[in-house]
Nanobody
Framework: VQLQASGGGLVQTGGSLSLSCAASGRTFSSYALGWFRQAPGKEREFVAVVAQNDNTYYANSVKGRFTISRDNAKNTVYLQMNSLTPDDSAVYYC???????????????????WGQGTLVTVSS
């Protein structure tokens, strides 16, 4: 699976951005799809995931502001980000996992495939 993330950019505090991640492959629906982010000098952190059964999970820091969704017909996963703050500034990565769902879904090691990242900058 190859992943291509897009949609990053510069936005003011309180603004919104929508990220997309297009995937290759014909078994897209069998993958859990996640978003992670990494700010300079920090570790990569979990943001959101949509499981194979369409259940969604979010980091506490983005819950209520971000929405993850998938369109299996378009082989695309989305991340709608609202009420952005400077703390949301980071490179955002999409990831895909074909592993059986387990308790490590929020860890980078659960995911087998990664996109190249798209930069989100929120100005104060």
């Amino acid at each position: 699976v190859q992943l291509q993330a897009s949609g990053g950019g510069l936005v003011q505090t309180g603004g919104s951005l929508s990220l997309s991640c297009a995937a290759s492959g014909r078994t897209f629906s069998s993958y859990a799809l996640g978003w992670f982010r990494q700010a300079p000098g920090k570790e990569r952190e979990f943001v959101a995931v949509v499981a194979q059964n369409d259940n969604t999970y979010y980091a506490n820091s983005v819950k209520g502001r971000f929405t993850i969704s998938r369109d299996n017909a378009k082989n695309t996963v989305y991340l709608q980000m609202n009420s952005l703050t400077p703390d949301d500034s980071a490179v955002y990565y999409c990831a895909a996992s074909n592993n059986l769902w387990d308790s490590t879904w929020y860890k980078p090691g659960f995911y087998d495939y990664w996109g190249q990242g798209t930069l989100v900058t929120v100005s104060s």
